[in-house]
């Protein structure tokens, strides 16, 4: 049964980084404007003989994280001269979100896009990171040479 | 810097700035001043700043420039010569938020009439202030009848109402 008097609850709000600290990661300089997060994975289904799903498995679960940015710097010269596209299927590594899940090292999945309008700019893409730490390391790991 | 978000105010101090310097000799007011507003005269004032992004110290402010004329016939004075004066006048003060750079055309990005306004608050120490974005908005006119009666009474209002991206830091 609730309390006769509601008194409030800690709740999930923003974009939440650990308290001090400022949502980084590499190669982008900027501020984050938003974070959606989706936990993806494969669903084999295997069918009865009247064709009812009776079991399925799945595979290869993972995480996508859409991120978009404010570019930013110490100028407006600096905040243009920090707009690069990153390495595809490049490591980036996230960090100081208070969701761990969220920090760590994640793979660039293309579609980074820029959009210059009337306001300020927008740098958005997407990048993602496997729930098997042994996998992702491997996945996140650039071979060089 | 413990006074860097007053940034209203220093943005009605930049444009302040920018009019008296763009226009020798006119009489031109920050809103937030207690002086006597008599006409003609034009009053610069920063009406609302929105953080955005939220807690980045970049404000999106809506500012207004006011250029307010008499409309009262003087004494011997042609029935044209009220509306002919503020035509100038109104006209001097818009024209200043739509100068080109050197070139052709006004930049699209806004940064040009930034610029310019940084310059003039510079010059006349408006600081901690950065203006990095500038655009008209709208125009609009009206008329006051209420303006400073022992100003001479009712007066036109001409207004620029204006977009404008500033941040309290110097040389951003």
New interface residues.
């Given amino acids: 049964m609730g309390s006769d008097v509601q008194v409030g609850k800690g709740i999930l709000f923003?974009i939440n980084p650990k308290t001090g600290q400022k949502i980084e990661i590499d190669g982008v300089a900027g501020?984050l404007?938003s974070a959606k997060v989706m936990h993806k994975f494969e669903v084999d289904s295997i069918k009865d003989e009247s064709n009812f799903t009776a079991a399925q498995i799945a595979t290869d679960p993972h995480l996508e994280l859409d991120l978009v940015w404010?570019p930013?710097g110490?100028?407006?010269q600096a905040a243009a001269d920090g707009v690069v596209f990153l390495l595809p299927l490049g490591k980036v590594e996230l960090k100081n979100f208070k969701i761990d899940s969220l920090n760590g090292k994640w793979s660039y999945q293309g579609d980074m896009a820029l959009e210059l309008n009337?306001k300020?700019a927008k740098l958005q893409f997407k990048i993602k990171k496997w729930d098997d730490p042994d996998q992702n390391d491997a996945l996140t790991t650039v071979i060089e040479g | 810097m413990a006074a860097a978000h007053r940034i209203l105010s220093l943005n009605d101090q930049a444009l302040v700035a920018y009019v008296s310097r763009g226009i020798a000799g006119a009489n031109v007011k920050p809103g937030k001043s207690s002086d006597d507003k008599a006409v003609p005269i034009v009053i610069c004032w920063s009406e609302r700043g929105s953080e955005?992004?939220?807690q980045?110290g970049i404000y999106t402010i809506t500012a207004h420039v006011q250029v307010r004329t008499l409309a009262a016939l003087d004494l011997n004075q042609d029935s044209k010569e009220p509306k002919d004066k503020s035509d100038q006048l109104v006209a001097s003060v818009f024209d200043l938020f739509h100068q080109a750079n050197d070139v052709a055309f006004v930049d699209?990005?806004?940064?040009d009439l930034a610029n310019f306004i940084n310059a003039a608050a510079s010059g006349a120490g408006v600081s901690p202030y950065t203006c990095?974005y500038a655009?008209v908005l709208a125009v609009t006119a009206g008329y006051d009848d209420q303006h400073g009666r022992m100003m001479k009474g009712s007066c036109w209002v001409d207004s620029l109402e204006l977009e404008m991206?500033v941040a309290p830091a110097d040389?951003?």
């Avoid at chain 2, 699209?108 to 940064?111: A, L, M, P």
């Fill in positions: 923003g501020i404007d404010t930013s110490e100028s407006r009337k300020q | 955005d992004p939220p980045s699209t990005s806004g940064e990095q655009r991206v040389g951003l």
